[in-house]
């Protein structure tokens, strides 16, 4: 019988593999190896190589596996890998730190901050016992009520509980208090705010919008009837300033709550398996001035989506009339229209194209709006359902940072203004049937499209108005929130600022010319929704009253709010307090606290002038188009976009100086109104940093924004032999790929071919490597035929779950850790501003700064966690 | 026991090499692997470094009337391996027709003392004969090599209507399917790939390998890609090949 010793006769090994054996199974030398790896990189640098040989070989036997992350942990400030008289300084301070501070620390010391930490622990506790014995139940009461359902048969019964409910609103609004009874008011609603923050659910989304609103109009009603001093004209004209602009910020609050109380999370409806019920479909390319780089990716997105062949029709709409678009078009089998004028801009082109194209439904993409494969299959769907709907409309995504993310370096980290609207808003607006039209990404339906005249071209923003005729006409629209294109955003701030000039004053034109709270057609909620929409970039003049608002009390002694400090402090900070931490519930993750003030600020001096003129004669103004596409070559101040925040920060800074002077020789009773005008400055003085650093454009080097993925692909080198990869970012032109490039020894200007799978296939895509730098690697595409082009959109861009997880890094908002965030930017800001004084003032405090900044590194650092587990080892 | 048929649809396209790597993955993840060379074309010890010359194997020694098991290796990696051995056409008919019984391999291999929950693979020969069908009947799992070749397609799609041999069912329901030597630049090769996948649906493992030089030299070193090439996308794939059939044995 045969056993299992028959099987150990060894085959014969070649030398080189029993060298190779004989190494590995010395384990210390590996482990030496893995160790200088870890520690040193691939360099060997003489005193690491010496610390490390101290360090591995003294350590005990079971230690040594774990000891570079015990190396590391000791050492976290000092980078081994370099030999610098500094790093062995920052040793030897360590090594000193270490045995001497540190060690005692843990052996309970005199220097221990842990007994003083201990006693304001117990304090902290004496204090929120009682909150917190309260807090739970609450809690759990409000939790409980959110699961039980009632539903009201009768209307009567409703009836009663919002008549109860007003009677007690008006109670709480206007009933005047004394201050401690107000103190005690806010406190209590405060405190119901906080338990019901961290309740999930749709009850305390309302109850916390009932707080803020209650608060708010409490405010409102308080300002308005007892803070107006009469005797003094300049208080009065003064005052009744910033009555109009708190007034209009109220509105906004209480249109926005109203807007955004239950987003509609409307899902896709599938489509009948049988595709010869599925209609036909234009897909309209509207350009004008954009290169044709920009218009292929999108066109090859578009030929790719996935639907019927013979139902789909892609069409270039050219206004610039380009003989290039033309050969283009016709190459790829594309439709190319154009006309011999441009009036109405992309309205007049969309319009003209209407009239010569046949499909059932239309979809627009502006010419860098990238589509995925699924766009139809996700929005065709509805459609199909109703037959009143007229419009549905998908986000606008982009895939670049728009100049604020760029110069305020936190794209990806801060939701971005966008986000927040087809996030939030557009789903709030869905409920009430009253989602709009937003120029791309967007498919209508034909034929109420002819009914209303084609896109409306009356104003500069067609795509709201177009919306607003559409409800007028009884059709609906919905709004779906999946990402179904994506796009480039602005390049620079100016073009950006230039953008959102032409909505507000679009919006403005509308507001003036077909008022959405008058003519027929629409529901009182719509007409709400609308005016929300359109009001809101009226906000530049409240912005600017909000931001010099101090300095009338600073400057020129006038009391626009004419009440004590502490009872202004009591009134004004509950309901500042209260509507972010509604709007903080609310919109969470999609916009973080304060973020919204900086871009307010920066917009309000550039919106106020055209709203203001659009709503006094609509018809002047001229139309400007979105420039897309473009680089900001290097680094640069944009100083004549950023003249007026000078000029508003010189003003704050002098009411700054007012405030301390005035403080220290004015009158004594005057000081608690001078620190609350004085607070107020300095935030508006951080806001203000917050628009200088925004103008400081930080350069943009790439043509083609680079997208970044994460993909197992495969490289196919001209020898036959392949080489595994990740694709790290793509863009129509190229890829970064991450390859261990000792293995792969793939060298500049080789020929390769790039594996892409997709599914169940595998496309294949000639490229040139024309970049090595350690394991990243630049790849270039080279003539890739057109079916290529549009295999190459189908494996990057227009994959149906290219942009899915787009918004997974964005943590819920952390309004403490936003305060801060915004109080960095805005002192950014003044950092910038003081860079651009002459040299010989800012030259010694930069090489101050880093000089502290050097010694800084050199000081020995805390190491937190002492324990090192030696269990695998 | 596990026992695991790997057979191509025709003669070669890579079986042995699958072989060779996924016995070699298995004992790397600590899997007991006795891999049982049943091709008389006796190429599978050329992955496991056997001399050119060495004729050694189980069929020649029980044509020379020794005990067969006694051709049995271990290599290093501790995969056990029995060799076909090189033998004459007519001591092969010999072979088949006197000495292989009807459940000679089921009883041969519950005569070796394998520790439990052995991988035992198989390479079996295209062309059927006595051991090739004892083969596919004693496994759990059949493994069937398809090339990206319009005959193996042809090929394919013949032995499907006939259900293999003799119209068994129970051969259909556990064989799988896997693409070998598709070529990434060829056009036809992921064509046919596609075919074959429409073809097979759910029997088709969702691993594709691709034709790679770094396989080919590591034949001509006579080891496997997972150890000459430890980084290249075959070595990946005969990973991804092996974390397929573990699951599919726990499943």
């Known amino acids: 019988m045969l056993t299992k010793d028959y099987f150990n006769k060894d085959t014969q090994l070649s030398i080189d593999t029993k060298l190779r054996y004989l190494i590995i199974q010395s384990n210390l030398a590996k482990d030496w190896l893995v160790f200088k790896k870890t520690v040193l990189g691939d360099k060997t640098p003489l005193f690491g190589t010496l610390v490390g040989i101290i360090f591995f070989f003294f350590c005990h036997e079971e230690q040594r596996k774990k000891s570079s992350q015990t190396i590391k942990k000791y050492f976290p400030h000092i980078n081994f890998s370099e030999s610098t008289p500094a790093n062995v300084i920052r040793f030897i301070l360590q090594i000193v730190w270490l045995s001497t501070v540190q060690s005692n620390r843990t052996s309970k010391s005199l220097i221990n901050l842990d007994f003083i930490y201990t006693i304001l622990t117990f304090i902290k506790m004496i204090i929120f016992f009682p909150v917190k014995k309260i807090l739970s139940p609450a809690r759990s009461i409000l939790s409980r009520i959110e699961t039980s359902e009632r539903i009201y048969n009768n209307k009567f019964e409703i009836r009663i509980y919002l008549l109860f409910t007003i009677i007690l609103a008006a109670i709480c609004i206007s009933i005047p208090f004394t201050l401690s009874a107000q103190i005690t008011f806010s406190l209590l609603l405060l405190f119901v705010a906080v338990t019901a923050y961290s309740v999930p659910g749709r009850l305390p989304r309302l109850l916390l919008l009932t707080l803020s609103l209650t608060i708010s109009s409490r405010y409102l009603w308080w300002r308005y009837s007892f803070t107006l001093n009469i005797d003094n004209t300049m208080d009065v004209v003064f005052g009744i300033i910033l009555m109009f602009a708190e007034t209009y910020a109220w509105l906004i609050l209480v249109l926005g709550f109203f807007q955004i109380i239950w987003p509609l999370d409307r899902k896709p409806i599938p489509l009948p398996e049988d595709t010869s019920l599925w209609p036909s479909v234009d897909i309209f390319i509207p350009t004008y001035n954009e290169p044709l780089d920009i218009v292929k990716t999108t066109t090859f997105a578009a030929l790719d989506i996935d639907w019927p062949k013979d139902k789909l029709n892609v069409f270039i709409l050219d206004d610039g009339n380009r003989l290039a678009f033309k050969v283009f078009a016709t190459e790829v089998n594309a439709g190319y229209i154009t006309r011999d004028n441009n009036i109405h801009a992309k309205a007049g082109n969309i319009n003209q194209a209407l009239k010569v194209t046949t499909g059932d439904y239309i979809a627009i993409f502006d010419c860098d709006h990238v589509p995925v494969r699924s766009f139809l299959q996700v929005t065709m769907g509805s459609f199909l359902a109703d037959q009143k709907l007229a419009l549905v409309q998908t986000p606008h995504h982009f895939y670049s940072p728009d100049p604020f993310e760029r110069n305020l370096s936190n794209f990806k980290k801060v939701p971005n203004e966008n986000h927040l609207f087809y996030s939030i808003v557009q789903s709030g607006n869905d409920l009430w049937n009253a989602a709009f039209f937003c120029g791309s990404c967007s498919v209508l339906k034909r034929n109420p499209l002819l009914e209303i005249g084609g896109i409306a071209t009356e104003t500069v923003t067609e795509d709201a108005h177009t919306a607003l005729r559409l409800h007028r006409k009884g059709y609906s629209s919905a709004y779906l929130n999946i990402i179904q294109a994506a796009g480039l955003a602005t390049e620079s701030l100016s073009a950006h600022i230039g953008q959102r000039i032409r909505w507000a004053r679009g919006m403005a034109q509308i507001f003036r010319i077909d008022n959405p709270l008058f003519g027929k057609g629409l529901s009182v909620v719509q007409r709400l929704c609308y005016t929300n929409a359109m009001i809101h970039f009226f906000g530049g003049i409240p912005r600017l009253i909000f931001l010099l608002a101090p300095l009338g009390f600073l400057f020129f002694h006038s009391y626009l709010i004419y009440a004590p400090a502490v009872e202004i402090l009591f009134y004004a900070a509950p309901m500042l307090i209260h509507a972010n931490i509604a709007n903080s519930y609310i919109q969470g993750k999609y916009r973080h606290s304060f973020w919204a003030e900086i871009y307010e600020s920066v917009l309000a001096w550039y919106i106020a002038r055209p709203t203001t003129m659009a709503l006094i004669s609509p018809k002047t103004g001229k139309f400007n188009v979105t420039v897309k596409g473009g680089l900001v070559k290097s680094d640069f101040f944009d100083l004549s976009i950023s003249k007026p925040y000078l000029s508003l920060i010189t003003l704050n800074v002098l009411g700054i100086v007012a405030a301390v002077y005035r403080y220290f020789l004015g009158p004594s009773d005057e000081q608690s109104t001078i620190i609350l005008n004085f607070v107020w400055t300095l935030y508006n003085l951080i806001l203000l940093g917050g628009a200088i650093s925004v103008a400081q454009e930080t350069k943009q080097i790439r043509m083609r924004q680079r997208v970044e993925i994460n993909t197992e692909i495969i490289v196919i080198k001209q020898s036959g032999h392949l080489v595994s990869a990740t694709m790290c970012d793509f863009s129509s032109s190229g890829l970064g790929l991450k390859i261990d490039h000792k293995i792969a020894n793939i060298n500049r200007n080789e020929i390769i071919h790039v594996l892409i799978p997709r599914g169940d296939r595998e496309f294949i895509f000639p490229a040139r490597i024309t970049n090595t730098n350690n394991d990243y690697i630049g790849v270039v595409f080279d003539n890739l035929t057109i079916q290529q082009q549009i295999d190459l959109s189908e494996c990057t861009y227009s994959r149906a779950d290219a942009w899915i997880f787009w918004d997974q890094n964005f943590s819920h908002d952390k309004p403490i850790s936003s305060i801060k965030a915004i109080i960095k930017v805005g002192f950014h800001g003044y950092v910038i501003l003081f860079k651009m004084l002459p040299p010989y003032v800012t030259k010694p405090f930069l090489l101050l700064s880093s000089a502290s900044y050097f010694i800084k590194t050199l000081l020995p650092k805390n190491i937190t966690d002492n324990t090192i587990e030696y269990k695998d080892a | ?251």
């Not at chain 2, 006694?70 to 051995?85: N, S, V």
């Open chain 2, 1 to 251: 026991m596990r026992i695991l048929c790997v057979q191509g649809i025709q003669s070669s396209v890579g079986a042995s090499t699958i072989v060779a790597n996924v016995s070699r993955i298995l004992s790397e993840l600590d899997h007991d692997v006795l891999v049982f060379d049943l091709n008389p074309n006796n190429l599978q010890r050329l992955h496991f470094n056997m001399e050119w010359q060495c004729n050694s194997g189980w069929a020649l020694n029980i044509c020379q009337q020794q005990s067969w098991y006694k051709a049995a290796f271990q290599c290093e990696q501790g995969i056990r391996f029995l060799p076909f051995g090189k033998i004459t056409y007519k001591e092969l008919q010999l072979l088949l027709s006197d000495s292989i019984s009807d459940n000679w391999l089921l009883d041969q291999l519950s005569l070796l003392n394998l520790p439990s929950k052995t991988w035992v693979i198989l390479n079996t020969s295209s062309e059927l004969n006595t051991l090739s069908t004892q083969a596919l009947k004693l496994s759990d799992i059949i493994i069937r090599i398809c090339e990206p070749s319009t005959n193996c397609l042809s090929q394919l799609v013949d032995s499907i209507q006939s259900s293999f041999i003799n119209n068994d069912i129970s051969l259909v329901k556990k064989s799988f399917y896997i693409i070998n030597k598709l070529i990434p630049t060829s056009e036809i090769d992921r064509d046919i790939a596609l075919t074959l996948k429409n073809l097979l649906l759910e029997q088709m493992i969702p691993v594709k390998i691709h034709f790679d030089e770094n396989i080919k030299e590591s034949l001509a070193e006579k080891t496997t890609v997972t150890s000459y090439a430890p980084f290249s996308p075959a070595a990946k794939e005969f990973r991804k090949l092996v974390i397929w059939l573990i699951s599919h044995f726990n499943r």
